[in-house]
């Protein structure tokens, strides 16, 4: 249902741009978002937006990735600049979907695109 795509490898102070599309029956999306599992740590909230579009952001990244979405094509966008080694991860996409064999909201989890920022 959710095809991330567009990890790889940067140098630090670099940018890179991770996206997500989700696909399939889709009756409505309310949240996308961004999680990040790096190497022995848990999966943290990297960052989140609604339907309407407002943001949240961890503090870690704050100021320097970008959440965005395009509804039309129920895609999640995450732009990622002045990225540091510590930002290497895998990037995973969630959405808050309905399909239309369903009357409720899941969760849908994409499958992750690796991240690796070297110093």
């Known amino acids: 249902q959710l095809q991330a795509y567009g990890g790889g490898l940067v140098q630090a102070g670099g940018s890179l741009r991770v996206s997500c599309a989700a696909s399939?029956?889709?009756?409505?999306?309310?949240?996308m978002g961004w999680y990040r599992q790096a190497p022995g740590k848990q999966r943290e909230l990297v960052a989140v937006?609604?339907?309407?579009?407002?943001?949240n952001y961890a503090d870690s990244v704050k100021d320097r990735f970008t959440i965005s979405r395009d509804n039309a094509k129920n895609t999640v966008y995450l732009q990622m600049n002045s990225l540091k080694p510590e930002d290497t991860a895998v990037y995973y996409c969630?959405?808050?979907?309905?399909?239309?064999?369903?009357?409720?909201?899941?969760?849908?989890w994409g499958q992750g695109t690796l991240v690796t920022v070297s110093s």
């Open positions: 969630n959405a808050e979907l309905r399909t239309y064999a369903s009357t409720f909201y899941d969760d849908y």
């Open positions: 399939g029956s889709i009756a409505s999306i309310n949240a």
């Open positions: 937006i609604t339907r309407g579009g407002s943001t």
